[in-house]
């Protein structure tokens, strides 16, 4: 096990001043109260980001998203995130709005997206610093081509919501998954917000004990948090490829981890297209929040 100097006391009621902050979150709103709604809100209004609310079709977890806009998107009016007071009619944004003022976000904001989602997403994606989602409820859904795209098509880290979740910001248990891989990489140092709130923190590591490097610094995922005063306890993962979505899932399990946070892709360059067999499993068969980067 490896330790460094503990977290501060969750208890006070400074906790919330000491968290780091989230930035600006993009909420993928399959309705306007569901637990990406609340937690999107919770974790921007930690330290005054923002965050918008971003209506799309029911099907879009479920059924790959065209990467090319079709010619009624190209003759619709260009993507535009809008404010509380163009919302007057009501409707879901409305109730998303006050959703989120009463978490603490100062202006959230709506976005309804019908037409060209690659696009409109892309844009969205150039002020934000973070997606959640969560997944559909309907177990005839095919959520995989759907969360493929955010990842690939923003480039934002995605906070993956399961079907039932408690709709909070903060992650008590937290399991951070490490192959050596910049994924992986990307995504240890994306979580560090939520990292720094939990009170027990795992590395899972499936590196080589002994790999050869070529001279060039390698990112040290247990130094980097313990600069930032978080105490983790290191375990080794020795699995196959094929085996390791479900041992990661059963440590997850023995760890009650709440989190999970993982690379998104294999190392395979012909599969970089598709989700990564171990992040496959675990969103197939897995019941945890998932942190996803690629």
């Given at each position: 096990m490896v330790?460094?100097?503990s977290n501060p006391d969750r208890s006070t009621p400074m906790m919330q001043t000491s968290l780091r902050a989230v930035g600006d979150v993009l909420?993928?709103?399959?309705?306007?109260?569901?637990?990406?709604s609340y937690v999107s809100s919770r974790l921007a209004a930690r330290t005054n980001g923002s965050v918008t609310g971003c209506s799309m079709s029911a099907a879009f977890l479920g059924h790959a998203v065209p990467s090319e806009p079709t010619v009624m998107a190209l003759l619709d009016q260009p993507p535009a995130a809008r404010r509380r007071d163009d919302l007057a009619s009501g409707g879901d944004g409305d109730q998303f709005m006050h959703l989120a003022r009463t978490a603490g976000v100062h202006d959230?904001?709506?976005a309804v997206i019908e037409n060209d989602a690659a696009g409109r997403l892309a844009s969205l994606s150039t002020w934000h610093d973070l997606v959640v989602v969560q997944r559909p409820?309907?177990?005839d859904a095919n959520p995989l081509d759907g969360l493929n795209h955010l990842l690939l098509g923003t480039g934002l880290p995605c906070l993956v919501l399961p079907e039932i979740c408690a709709p909070c910001g903060v992650f008590d248990n937290v399991m951070l998954t490490w192959d050596g891989s910049a994924p992986s990489t990307r995504a240890i140092r994306a979580a560090l917000p939520l990292v720094v709130a939990a009170q027990r923190v795992c590395v899972l590591d499936g590196t080589e004990p002994h790999a050869v490097t070529d001279g060039v610094p390698?990112?040290?995922?247990m130094a980097f948090l313990a600069r930032h005063g978080v105490e983790i306890t290191h375990k080794r993962l020795h699995a196959t490829p094929s085996s390791a979505g479900a041992a990661i899932l059963d440590r997850a399990r023995r760890f009650k981890a709440e989190l999970l946070v993982m690379g998104a892709y294999g190392h395979t360059p012909l599969r970089e297209h598709l989700l990564g067999g171990a992040t496959r499993h675990v969103l197939t068969h897995g019941t945890i929040a998932t942190l996803l980067c690629h």
């Amino acid at each position: 096990m490896v330790t460094t100097a503990s977290n501060p006391d969750r208890s006070t009621p400074m906790m919330q001043t000491s968290l780091r902050a989230v930035g600006d979150v993009l909420a993928i709103v399959g309705s306007p109260r569901d637990a990406a709604s609340y937690v999107s809100s919770r974790l921007a209004a930690r330290t005054n980001g923002s965050v918008t609310g971003c209506s799309m079709s029911a099907a879009f977890l479920g059924h790959a998203v065209p990467s090319e806009p079709t010619v009624m998107a190209l003759l619709d009016q260009p993507p535009a995130a809008r404010r509380r007071d163009d919302l007057a009619s009501g409707g879901d944004g409305d109730q998303f709005m006050h959703l989120a003022r009463t978490a603490g976000v100062h202006d959230p904001q709506w976005a309804v997206i019908e037409n060209d989602a690659a696009g409109r997403l892309a844009s969205l994606s150039t002020w934000h610093d973070l997606v959640v989602v969560q997944r559909p409820a309907d177990l005839d859904a095919n959520p995989l081509d759907g969360l493929n795209h955010l990842l690939l098509g923003t480039g934002l880290p995605c906070l993956v919501l399961p079907e039932i979740c408690a709709p909070c910001g903060v992650f008590d248990n937290v399991m951070l998954t490490w192959d050596g891989s910049a994924p992986s990489t990307r995504a240890i140092r994306a979580a560090l917000p939520l990292v720094v709130a939990a009170q027990r923190v795992c590395v899972l590591d499936g590196t080589e004990p002994h790999a050869v490097t070529d001279g060039v610094p390698r990112f040290d995922p247990m130094a980097f948090l313990a600069r930032h005063g978080v105490e983790i306890t290191h375990k080794r993962l020795h699995a196959t490829p094929s085996s390791a979505g479900a041992a990661i899932l059963d440590r997850a399990r023995r760890f009650k981890a709440e989190l999970l946070v993982m690379g998104a892709y294999g190392h395979t360059p012909l599969r970089e297209h598709l989700l990564g067999g171990a992040t496959r499993h675990v969103l197939t068969h897995g019941t945890i929040a998932t942190l996803l980067c690629h």
